[in-house]
DNA sequence: TATTGTTATACTCTATAACTATA
DNA sequence: TATAGTTATAGAGTATAACAATA
């Protein structure tokens, strides 16, 4: 019991977000936003966000995928992808091909300069993610993203 | 060498994703993307996105609490806070004080409605985390928060 | 002079409908 | 009939500038 206050008119001197804390998916949140404000703020040199540099790179890995399957892996919007493919396009850094074999879709491939760019922007990833993860220890950052893909794989 | 074909036009029938999956930020985006989706559908019942939560559950947990606390602690844009706060002063779930100290600030307190709600929306925010983590152990669970603080905090 | 809360507003991100060309 | 890519467009989310009231 103790000499209460009459509740009314209390002032908060420390935010008290135990609560939340205990949430994962504020958690999640939380912390993905932290990783992509430093992101932005690294990768703008290359004028790449998170989402052009995962189409890049995906493009990178995957020689001819097509926009389609872009977005099923990204979880991105066909409509929204096509304005990302045309500015990486108009860069220099990727083309369009006719696909081999499905005379709707196109191949896209990234071109010697875009494979130059994002052998830059893959290792200023690497650099970055270091920096954002530098309370983790190797091990924990394993576990972290084995974790993760618990939640969304 | 094997039977390499001559790169230009191949076709991509399972997307390799091993690089991106090796990134901190991709699979923290993912997995809190996977957690707010169920969280969208599951609490449209109550008409609370994750912000509306985070901020009535923290005004519930803190009584008096201010505009300018929540937005420190949540990371939001004073001018963004000021629809929610209205909206959920609309819904009778809150209601602003006079701050007792700072004739400036209002105090944000839950009413009886509110804490009601909260209470139930806490319990749907309980299962719904427990669905989304259904993979994980709950020694697993504990220990991705964990490492997700490190990264954020 | 600095801060709280607010309005107005612009910019970005994401979603839906509908069209074309091809399967 | 279904699918890949695209266009146009609407909606949601997030950002800055500027103002009144108070510290």
């Known amino acids: 019991m103790s000499t209460a206050s009459p509740t009314q008119t209390a002032t908060i001197d420390e935010v008290d977000t135990r609560y939340v804390e205990t949430l994962l998916g504020y958690n ?6 932290a990783v992509i404000e430093v992101f932005l703020k690294r990768m703008a040199v290359y004028k790449l966000r998170p989402v052009d540099f ?3 790179s995906l493009i990178v890995h995957n020689p001819g995928i097509t ?3 872009l977005c099923s892996t ?4 066909p409509p929204n992808l096509v304005g990302l493919v045309n500015t ?8 369009r091909r006719p696909h081999p074999i499905d005379g709707r879709a196109n191949g896209l491939h990234a071109t010697a ?3 130059s760019l994002l052998k830059k ?5 690497a650099v970055l993610e270091d920096d954002v993860a530098v309370r983790l220890t190797a091990t924990e ?5 084995r974790l993760l893909k618990k939640v969304y794989l």
Chains 1, 2 share one sequence.
């Open 54 to 56: 995962s189409v890049a």
């Open 88 to 95: 990486l396009e108009k860069r220099g850094l990727i083309c």
């Open 74 to 77: 990204l979880g991105l919007r």
């Open 121 to 125: 922007a893959e290792t200023a990833a």
């Open 113 to 115: 300069a875009g494979m």
């Open 67 to 69: 926009s389609r399957q």
């Open 141 to 145: 950052r394993k576990t972290l993203i």
């Open 28 to 33: 999640a949140r939380r912390a993905s936003l």
